[in-house]
């Protein structure tokens, strides 16, 4: 038995909102770029459909880091506006985990 992906079992999800399959990518990094693999990945597995890099006003999904918000060293917060979810960790690794949890709200069907 692999046990390598454990809970990231990313099966299909039922309903896929367009907007999960564009991306902006606001900051840069060796964590970062974790985050937005790892989203890709999921994505294409959930979704079918690996999402695309886009212009900020174009994406559905926006990645980016903020000290300022003040959630903790490994913090993130997670919004939406009318047109695209936000992801915004204080930290490269507040973001993974922000992406993590987002990924999780998409498969228990809480998005």
Not at 39 to 56: D, S
């Amino acid at each position: 038995m692999d046990y390598s992906k454990c809970w990231l079992d990313y099966q299909p999800v039922d309903t896929v909102e367009k907007e999960w399959l564009t991306y902006f990518q606001s900051c840069e990094g060796e964590i970062v770029e974790s985050a937005v693999s790892e989203y890709k990945l999921a994505m294409e597995n959930m979704a079918g459909k690996v999402p695309q890099p886009v212009t900020k006003e174009e994406a559905g999904v926006g990645f980016s880091v903020d000290s300022s918000i003040k959630e903790g060293k490994d913090g993130y917060i997670i919004t939406k506006d009318e047109s695209r979810y936000q992801i915004t960790g204080e930290s490269e690794s507040g973001l993974l985990y922000g992406v993590f949890h987002f990924l999780r709200l998409i498969r228990t069907k809480q998005m």
